[in-house]
């Protein structure tokens, strides 16, 4: 039987019952559990898959890793806050649970003024509508969704980290983007129903000297886009180009890798003085994923591995082809892995069947040959069945030098 999760929770969720919980510490975590309040559901808990963010309290309440859900609480309602919700219906089926919901209807009438949050007000109002729009599409499985795309515009970086899930530390020669970008956003946008969240992406993004006027363009295809600049603090920005994003929806997600980001602070006082949304993270561990190797895995493990992937929907844009993950399309990039059609689809080719092959791999649920040269990237790492890498490790360790890797020959 096939568990899903149900709309009408409010209704549900006030009758008398098992303990509430909420699954998965999203960004948006503080509004779904002030939309729960407002609405008479009483929380008694949140879970998450990812070891980082449990063993902290939010809002008063715990935050147990979801494993160990069963036994703080047997019988649970459990309301899924994940983008990607059956995949989390799914392991939660698997563990013996049964009453799930969708946030869907309590965060479409949440008004983000009414509340106070840690993240600014229109940053957090932003991450709602992301949300709603990823479980309307859950809710209607004819719709063509992307809840984020990576847009990679360089794949230079001003730092080298050997363990870059982007494969960066592997580039001899890397490159900028060429101007034929947009052409591949435009084209795919008009083959589906919407991109929730445009990710500008390297390498290091700013290194890019058009950075912004690719972020202006991709800003001016259509207002509705909400774009997120991800950069590792380490370049400021000029007054007048922050000055040509005001009125726009462009927001910055900055990691900081302590000292390595040099000019974190610079760039942080920058924003808030044009009044642009930003979001500032702690590096913390990473999962090791970023081995290039060829493992001769079966089908059925690769499906494994490929269910228990945290990237698989980190919808990757590089030199014109849509990919379905950072590995597959750099490793593409890189010529370190054969080229199969089935990893990507060329948004630049003359094609009258774009959106049909948009959706296949958009709504891939086995995996894709390039899966099988990826040590995996499961959410957790010491619970994963088929995964080949090291676990977790400290984040953003230098190499001098660009990482050695075997090239496919052609
Ligand atoms: S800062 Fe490190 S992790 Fe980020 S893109 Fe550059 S090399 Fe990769
Ligand atoms: S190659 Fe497959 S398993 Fe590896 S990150 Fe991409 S989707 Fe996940």
């Known amino acids: 039987m096939i568990n899903k ?159 870059c899930a982007n494969l960066m530390q592997y580039y001899t020669s890397p490159q900028n983007t060429d101007d034929k970008i947009l052409t591949a956003v435009d084209n795919l946008n008009k083959n589906v129903d919407e991109i929730s969240e445009f990710r500008i992406i390297g390498g290091e993004p700013l290194v890019n000297k058009n950075w912004h006027k690719i972020v202006n363009g991709v800003a001016e295809q259509d207002s509705n886009h909400k774009i997120f600049v991800y950069t590792n603090g380490t370049i400021p920005v000029k007054d007048d180009i922050l000055k040509s994003f005001h009125g726009k929806n462009i927001n910055f997600y900055i990691t900081d890798y302590g000292k390595l980001s040099l000019n974190i602070d610079k760039l942080e006082q920058s924003l808030k003085s044009h009044k642009i949304n930003y979001y500032r993270r702690p590096v913390g561990n990473w999962v090791d994923c970023s081995s290039i190797r060829k493992h001769n895995r079966s089908p059925k493990d690769n499906a494994i591995m490929f269910k228990e992937c945290c990237a698989k929907q980190f919808y990757t844009l590089l030199s014109g082809k849509l990919y379905t993950c950072p590995f597959i399309s750099n490793a593409y990039e890189l010529k370190a892995i054969p080229n199969n059609p089935m990893d990507y689809v060329d948004l630049l080719e003359n094609n009258e069947n774009l959106r049909g092959k948009i959706k296949r791999l958009v709504k891939m649920e086995k995996f894709f040959p390039g899966c099988d040269y990826c040590d995996g990237r499961p959410y957790d790492p010491t619970t994963a069945k088929v995964y080949d890498g090291k676990g977790l490790i400290v984040a953003g360790k230098q190499t001098q030098s660009p990482m050695p890797f075997k090239k496919i020959e052609t």
Do not use: W
Not at 53 to 64: E, Y
Not at 65 to 74: D, E, G, I, R
Not at 126 to 148: P, T
């Open 5 to 163: 999760a149900k709309y009408n929770c409010i209704k549900e969720l006030n009758k008398k019952g098992a303990p509430v919980v909420i699954v998965a510490v999203t960004q948006e975590i503080e509004a779904i559990i002030n939309a729960c309040n407002e609405n008479g559901i009483k929380v008694e808990g949140l879970s998450d898959n990812e070891t980082r963010k449990v063993n902290k309290k939010i809002k008063g309440l715990d935050v147990i890793h979801t494993t160990s859900l069963p036994k703080k609480f047997p019988k649970a309602r459990l309301i899924i806050a994940y983008h990607n919700i059956q995949e989390i219906v799914d392991q939660l089926t698997s563990m013996g649970y049964e009453d799930f919901y969708s946030p869907l209807e309590i965060l479409k009438n949440y008004d983000v003024s009414k509340h106070e949050h840690n993240l600014s007000q229109s940053y957090i109002k932003n991450k709602i509508l992301i949300s709603v729009k990823s479980h309307e599409a859950y809710f209607d499985e004819s719709l063509v969704h992307l809840r984020s795309l990576d847009i990679v515009i360089t794949t230079k970086c001003s730092m080298k980290c050997e363990s």
